[in-house]
Nanobody, 112 residues
Framework: QVQVVESGGGLVQAGGSLRLSCIVSGRIVSGYPVAWYRQAPGKQRDFVASISSSGTTRYTDPVKGRFTISRDNAKNTVYLQMNSLKPEDTAVYYC??????WGQGTQVSVSS
């Protein structure tokens, strides 16, 4: 059974940075795509970024140039480095991989 656990969220001021972590169990993370999503209050869960098994990354337009997704194969962990945070980035952030159960997510709150 593939499971994910997200961590690293918090409260920061606009312009600040956070690094989210996604620990994947039950699967070798380098062999599968992993993606980050976010869900703001009252809104649907949206795609943020992904990294393929070959290392190809993809981002939604609002975070391009500010967020970076990366992978540490030794730790079986995928990261989301978030810089120049904006209040509109406030959301619960989730990671997922095909066939995995959704985790609890991690709250990111950005104050203006």
């Amino acid at each position: 059974q593939v499971q994910v656990v997200e961590s690293g969220g918090g409260l920061v001021q606009a312009g600040g940075s956070l690094r989210l972590s996604c620990i994947v169990s039950g699967r070798i993370v380098s062999g599968y795509p992993v993606a980050w999503y976010r869900q703001a209050p009252g809104k649907q869960r949206d795609f943020v970024a992904s990294i393929s098994s070959s290392g190809t990354t993809r981002y939604t337009d609002p975070v391009k140039g500010r967020f970076t997704i990366s992978r540490d194969n030794a730790k079986n962990t995928v990261y989301l480095q978030m810089n120049s945070l904006k209040p509109e980035d406030t959301a619960v952030y989730y990671c997922n991989s095909p066939g995995a159960s959704w985790g609890q997510g991690t709250q990111v709150s950005v104050s203006s």
